[in-house]
């Protein structure tokens, strides 16, 4: 039986699979992961039905959708969901990937490095500090957005203007990934802000 995710010894690294179309976008993929010493690349491929979950498990999987291109399998994302949790890539708001059941996270495609290495640790299970993907106003933005407040209600318990608040939210959606008030509550629910004190 495979160790489980949460009972991995802290000194081993976690095992990355990567399916992603374009092969800039690949190599790019596998610096970022590799780049982390608590991660290790064990394959890459073009799209996930080329990944063999069971003869070359990993710990994690990458999966690309593209935004013209195929979707994954059911059977095949359902594979590799069950053999290892999923980070998918794909663009803020594609419909498809609410299809995709068992998602861990979902990237941008102009996600920077170490946001994606974020996500992995996240959808590992890794204690992160969540505020180093949000900043500290961003945070306080989030919380008021949990709360129901409009943007007018936030920027005067802020101090700041509609605008500024405005700006914060889509800094806010782009980072997290989403593109309307509801995402971006499960989303910040996900990462431990609406909690967090």
């Given at each position: 039986?495979r160790?489980?995710?949460?009972?991995?010894?802290s000194e081993?690294?976690?095992t990355?699979?990567?399916?992603?179309?374009?092969?800039?976008?690949?190599?790019?993929v596998?610096?970022a992961v590799?780049?982390?010493?608590?991660?290790?690349?064990?394959?890459?491929v073009?799209?996930?039905?080329?990944l063999?979950?069971v003869?070359?498990?990993?710990?994690?999987?990458?999966?690309?959708?593209?935004p013209?291109g195929?979707?994954?399998?059911?059977?095949?994302?359902g594979a590799?969901?069950?053999?290892?949790r999923?980070?998918?890539?794909?663009?803020a708001?594609?419909?498809?990937?609410r299809?995709?059941?068992?998602?861990?996270a979902?990237?941008?495609?102009?996600t920077?490095?170490?946001?994606l290495v974020?996500?992995?640790?996240?959808t590992a299970?890794?204690?992160?500090p969540?505020?180093e993907l949000?900043?500290?106003r961003?945070?306080?933005t989030v919380?008021?957005?949990?709360?129901?407040?409009?943007?007018?209600?936030?920027?005067r318990r802020m101090?700041?203007?509609?605008?500024?608040?405005?700006?914060y939210?889509?800094?806010?959606?782009g980072?997290?990934?989403v593109?309307?008030?509801?995402?971006?509550v499960?989303?910040a629910m996900?990462?431990g802000?609406?909690?967090?004190?």
């Amino acid at each position: 039986m495979r160790t489980s995710l949460a009972q991995r010894d802290s000194e081993s690294s976690w095992t990355v699979a990567i399916a992603v179309g374009l092969p800039l976008a690949r190599i790019g993929v596998e610096c970022a992961v590799a780049g982390d010493r608590d991660f290790r690349v064990v394959a890459s491929v073009g799209l996930a039905e080329e990944l063999d979950p069971v003869g070359c498990p990993a710990d994690l999987t990458v999966v690309e959708v593209a935004p013209h291109g195929p979707v994954p399998a059911p059977v095949v994302f359902g594979a590799l969901v069950c053999h290892s949790r999923v980070v998918v890539l794909a663009h803020a708001g594609d419909p498809r990937v609410r299809e995709l059941s068992g998602v861990g996270a979902v990237v941008g495609h102009d996600t920077e490095a170490r946001d994606l290495v974020r996500a992995l640790r996240v959808t590992a299970g890794d204690r992160l500090p969540r505020r180093e993907l949000l900043s500290r106003r961003e945070v306080e933005t989030v919380r008021h957005i949990g709360q129901g407040l409009t943007h007018r209600q936030i920027a005067r318990r802020m101090g700041l203007t509609e605008a500024t608040v405005s700006t914060y939210v889509k800094r806010i959606r782009g980072k997290l990934n989403v593109t309307n008030k509801a995402e971006l509550v499960l989303r910040a629910m996900a990462f431990g802000y609406l909690t967090e004190r």
